[in-house]
């Protein structure tokens, strides 16, 4: 079975652009999980999508956001880009979420300059 | 504000030796607790999960779980270079986000 993936794997954006990330879980998963991480403040939770709907939501401004599309494919969505907003966003994919294992894609470096 | 705190290190060990990695958690009422491994520049890959008290073994790897008192380890056994990574706990409950530690970089020396 493949794995998560992810597009675009790198990314250099500037201050004030937006920018819009993919993933695609593992066939089968309908749960999509966001994460930012950064060398301070590690792995930090953005929102998770199931079934088309928003979940849960970390403590992120609302220039994130994101969505989640009928075949599970999710897309998360920054805009107006800050500096501190440099990192690796990673897309985890499981089952249907909760308790369950989630599964890593190999992430979106972004850059901003 | 749930958490999850591990000591950052780096924990240094010989080849062949033990390495134990431990995380402490603030919400009680969490149900599940995962380590993970996380080589430089790559992604986050499961290592092992466990969901009740006692430990899980696979392989070189144990968990061990303790919910009285909110603790979560793991044990690498016949410690290779190849398990120099950083390694992270997370813990969850039902119906919420999974909370993740910022890690223990562990360092293995041939």
């Known amino acids: ?113 | 504000q749930k958490e999850v705190e591990q000591n950052s290190g780096p924990l240094s060990v010989p080849e062949g030796a033990i390495a134990s990695l431990n995380c402490t958690y603030s919400d009680r009422g969490s149900q599940s607790f995962f380590w993970y491994r996380q080589y430089s520049g790559k992604s986050p890959e499961l290592i092992m999960s466990i969901y009740s008290n006692g430990d899980k073994e696979d392989g070189r790897f144990t968990a061990q779980l303790n919910k009285a008192s909110q603790y979560v380890s793991l044990l690498i056994r016949d410690s290779q270079p190849s398990d120099s990574a950083t390694y992270l706990c997370a813990v969850n409950q039902a119906g919420t986000a999974l909370i993740f530690g910022k890690g223990t970089t562990l360092s293995v020396s041939s």
């Open chain 1, 1 to 113: 079975k493949a794995g998560v993936t992810q597009t675009p794997r790198y990314l250099i954006k500037t201050r004030g652009q937006q920018v819009t990330l993919s993933c695609s879980p593992i066939s089968g998963h309908r749960s999509v999980s966001w994460y930012q991480q950064t060398p301070g403040q590690g792995l930090q939770f953005l929102f998770e999508y199931f079934s088309e709907t928003q979940r849960n939501k970390g403590n992120f401004p609302g220039r994130f956001s994101g969505r989640q599309f009928s075949n599970s494919r999710s897309e998360m969505n920054v805009s107006t880009l800050e500096l501190g907003d440099s990192a690796l966003y990673l897309c985890a994919s499981s089952l249907f979420g909760g308790r369950e294992t989630q599964y890593f894609g190999p992430g979106t470096r972004l850059l901003v300059l």
